[in-house]
């Protein structure tokens, strides 16, 4: 499970640090994500956000993960706090995060991931809202 959790910490700094190369070592080839407004992007597209100088990472933290292991998969469960821009504007936040894990041979892989939010209180309007 150590090993998962450190595949997470290396996911979360490689978004930190804007490192396109080391996020595509870490997301499987067959990769799906979805971001925190529904839009689904594969590995490449994944990575690509940060080549494109859209997005900036200025924070990044994995806060109570909670591991699920079903043989070569484990789901992840945890709350990412983010400081971020993205196009200019501040999307900071916190966002559920759902990580589906697998083993490819000896290496585990992110194979699926989910961000929902940003989280808000009961009853308070998302900052997106119309």
Same mark, same amino acid.
């Given at each position: 499970?150590?090993?998962?959790?450190?595949?997470?910490?290396?996911?979360?700094?490689?978004?930190?640090?804007?490192?396109? =190369?080391?996020? %595509?070592?870490?997301?499987?080839?067959?990769?799906? &994500?979805?971001?925190?407004? +529904?839009? #689904?992007?594969? @590995?490449?597209?994944?990575?690509?956000?940060?080549?494109?100088?859209?997005?900036?990472?200025?924070?990044?933290?994995?806060?109570?993960?909670?591991?699920?292991?079903?043989?070569?998969?484990?789901?992840?469960?945890?709350?990412? =706090?983010?400081? %971020?821009?993205?196009?200019?504007?501040?999307?900071? &936040?916190?966002?559920?995060? +759902?990580? #589906?894990?697998? @083993?490819?041979?000896?290496?585990?892989?992110?194979?699926?991931?989910?961000?929902?939010?940003?989280?808000?209180?009961?009853?308070?309007?998302?900052?997106?809202?119309?």
């Amino acid at each position: 499970m150590d090993t998962v959790l450190d595949l997470v910490q290396q996911w979360a700094a490689a978004e930190l640090a804007g490192d396109a =190369d080391a996020l %595509t070592e870490l997301l499987d080839e067959n990769f799906a &994500g979805i971001g925190p407004v +529904g839009f #689904v992007l594969n @590995r490449e597209q994944w990575a690509g956000r940060h080549r494109d100088g859209n997005l900036t990472n200025h924070a990044i933290e994995i806060i109570d993960p909670q591991l699920t292991h079903y043989g070569d998969t484990v789901i992840v469960r945890a709350v990412m =706090d983010q400081k %971020t821009t993205a196009r200019g504007r501040d999307t900071s &936040g916190s966002f559920r995060i +759902g990580v #589906v894990a697998v @083993r490819r041979g000896e290496q585990w892989v992110i194979a699926h991931l989910q961000l929902s939010g940003p989280m808000i209180t009961p009853g308070e309007v998302p900052p997106f809202a119309r």
